[in-house]
């Protein structure tokens, strides 16, 4: 205390600075969203956005990011280098300035356009105070300097320490264990995907990214390095890749429309899903808004004009809504917002008003011209959208039947549902089980008091590649919207959810530990991705994890769920073990089954997380589709379980 106030050269401003960082430390999810994984490379995006920033101004070509052995993360650029000259105001150094007062920024640098921003766009600093330790390290005018820090307090002033003509800033962080909740392990895909999704919407920048934890076959470090010529559009193939392209090229353009930078790529393919995705300020907005809205106006009046002025719509005999325009659609908005105001349950959605009319009028004039200089694919399009209208009339039927049994409540309830005496739903799980065998013995094996049971028959549709009407007449999967208590569609909206009267707050996909259990537990996933994909974003979704080995020995019994576990149980016991390897769901009794995968003292589920939601669309438009190499190459490294990150 004393010490404290004896610290003349202490400023008003820095022991508010240092407020500012502990309180972060009290609060991190209010500065990084969560605590765990998703939080801990939260913290990689936040030092990459700065890099960004500088890129953006004009000033950075390249990123480096390094996974170190030791799980420290480095980032470094080749910008100008954060200044380390003497911060008038603060009297210490720019750099520790950065580094140690929150939301700091590039403040002092008001001509820099900066835009960029992490979800919640705080800054360096946060990173800084939920570290252990931190070295930045900038070169800059022929020097070298460095600074280091612990849990974001400087541990010396910044010091020169060689000369370089090279230009740029290094920050390398050890994330503070004591601050997560989880392991201090960066995937590598996870940043690799938001590494590539970078690349692509700053087209010219170089962004590599190298694992010093792992090497590939010719004992060379895990790298990939990413660079995009064509930006949005080359984003589009990648995601778009493995479709079936209806139109012959990619519509797209890019502009600035009354101080907005705008860019737009678009694609429509044979299937039947819409697929928009739209990025602000690089971030990945999941709940829309704004530009959403504006790429929608425009895309619904622009085709619509031209098809009135077509003729092709003479005859119809129905109408043509917002939803018939974007069948078979996938697009990528991407703009550039210098204030943006993000709303939504995960901020996750623009509230700018003046960016719906930059948006429409941009996609208005792409579309017309490609319309007008391309009447082949005009043609294409319009047809595509009076299918659309079609099959929309149709599904509208089909929903409706659905609805109608879920409002009808119990009664309507499915009848192979074996449902729990609990009512609240806050208790409730329900486990989806592959076939009716395993549903018996899961049904024999629950806690009837809050676990239901819904067997599923065989191979579910696969969604990916099922017209909408098809999906609403299919049954297992009307068992499943009636089951959950889940409704679909609204006037102007047919795919808004209704999640408010879900049943059971724990949905739990039971599938064979084998290769066809982990396609039916994708084809089921998918589902859920394309038709309820709030269920996945709540974090209602988890996959059960049966073991695959019994291990006995007399009276002793236990079970594996790998091969390593399973050796080390057998030399545990010793001698004359049995092992009994489970194929499926169906060869465990009911006690055993309880014991090992339902019984929640005991068992691990998996939560289904989407970590990246444009790769996540990729990859099940990959696994689910036609296209058979992408899919074996996808299943060959990621192999074991085709582990989905969705
Ligand atoms: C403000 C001013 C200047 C550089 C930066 C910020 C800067 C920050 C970061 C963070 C990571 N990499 C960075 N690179 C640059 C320099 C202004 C000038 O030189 O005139």
Not at 221 to 232: A, R, V
Not at 293 to 298: E, K, L, V
Not at 577 to 593: C, D, F, T, V, W
Request: proline share 2%; charged share 30%.
């Amino acid at each position: 205390m004393s010490e404290e106030l004896n610290k003349n050269s202490y400023s008003a401003d820095s022991i508010q600075a240092l407020e500012g960082m502990e309180h972060v430390r009290k609060r991190p999810s209010m500065y990084i969203g969560d605590i765990g994984v998703r939080g801990l490379h939260h913290l990689v995006y936040e030092v990459i956005d700065n890099s960004i920033d500088e890129a953006m101004a004009g000033h950075c070509e390249k990123i480096d990011v390094f996974i170190n052995e030791d799980n420290s993360l480095t980032v470094r650029d080749d910008g100008r280098g954060i200044p380390v000259d003497m911060h008038k105001k603060e009297g210490v150094s720019a750099l520790e300035v950065v580094m140690t007062k929150i939301g700091a920024g590039g403040k002092f640098d008001k001509d820099s356009y900066k835009v960029s921003g992490g979800l919640h766009g705080v800054g360096v600093s946060v990173v800084n105070a939920l570290s252990k330790h931190l070295k930045a390290t900038v070169y800059r005018d022929g020097k070298i300097w460095e600074q280091e820090y612990e849990f974001g307090k400087a541990i010396y002033p910044v010091r020169l320490i060689g000369e370089s003509s090279e230009r740029g800033t290094e920050v390398t962080f050890w994330a503070d264990d004591s601050i997560f909740h989880t392991e201090i392990i960066f995937n590598y895909d996870t940043l690799s995907a938001r590494l590539r999704e970078l690349s692509y919407l700053n087209k010219g920048l170089i962004i590599s990214i190298t694992d010093y934890r792992n090497k590939d076959d010719e004992g060379a470090f895990i790298n990939e390095t990413f660079k995009s010529e064509k930006g949005l559009v080359e984003f589009i193939e990648y995601l778009d890749g493995t479709r079936e392209r209806l139109t012959s090229g990619v519509i797209s353009m890019e502009g600035d429309k009354g101080g907005i930078p705008v860019e737009v790529a678009m694609v429509y393919n044979t299937s039947y899903n819409e697929n928009l995705h739209s990025y602000v300020n690089n971030i990945n907005t999941h709940e829309g808004g704004t530009h959403l809205a504006g790429f929608r106006r425009g895309l619904t009046t622009t085709l619509k004009k031209y098809a009135d002025s077509s003729g092709m719509l003479d005859k119809l005999k129905f109408d043509i809504a917002g939803d018939d325009f974007r069948e078979g659609l996938t697009a990528i908005i991407s703009v550039k917002v210098a204030e943006p105001q993000f709303e939504g349950q995960t901020k996750t959605k623009l509230g700018n008003k003046e960016v719906t009319a930059a948006v429409s009028q941009a996609v208005s004039e792409m579309l017309t011209n490609y319309l007008e200089e391309n009447p082949n694919d005009a043609r294409i399009i319009v047809q595509k959208v009076i299918l659309a209208a079609q099959a929309r009339h149709a599904a509208r039927k089909a929903r409706e039947m659905v609805q109608r049994k879920s409002v009808l409540s119990i009664g309507g309830l499915p009848g192979k549902l074996s449902d729990c005496s609990e009512t609240d739903p806050s208790m409730c799980e329900i486990f989806l089980v592959e076939g009716d065998s395993a549903g018996g013995t899961a049904k024999q094996g629950r806690d009837r008091n809050f676990q239901a049971i819904l067997p599923l028959r065989g191979k579910i549709l696969n969604v990916e590649k099922a017209m909408q009407h098809k999906v609403f007449e299919n049954e297992e999967i009307k068992n499943m919207f009636t089951a959950l208590g889940v409704s679909i569609g609204t006037e102007e909206d047919s795919k808004a959810l209704n999640i408010e009267k879900l049943r059971y707050h724990k949905v739990v996909i039971m599938c064979d530990a084998d290769v066809d259990g982990s396609h039916i537990a994708t084809l089921i996933l998918t589902f859920f991705f394309r038709y309820m994909r709030e269920l996945i974003e709540g974090g209602h979704i988890f996959i059960a994890t049966p073991p695959l080995y019994l291990v006995k020995k007399g009276q002793k019994k236990e079970y594996a769920w790998d091969d390593n576990q399973r050796d080390m149980i057998v030399q545990k016991m010793g001698g004359g073990a049995l092992i009994q390897r489970y194929k499926g769901l169906g060869e465990m009794n009911a006690e055993q089954l309880w014991d090992t995968t339902m019984n929640p003292e005991f068992r691990t589920l998996r939560q289904i997380t989407i970590d990246n939601l444009t790769e996540a669309d990729r990859v099940f438009s990959m696994l689910m589709g036609d296209e058979v190499p992408p899919r074996r190459e996808f299943i060959e490294k990621n192999a074991v379980y085709a582990k989905i990150d969705a």
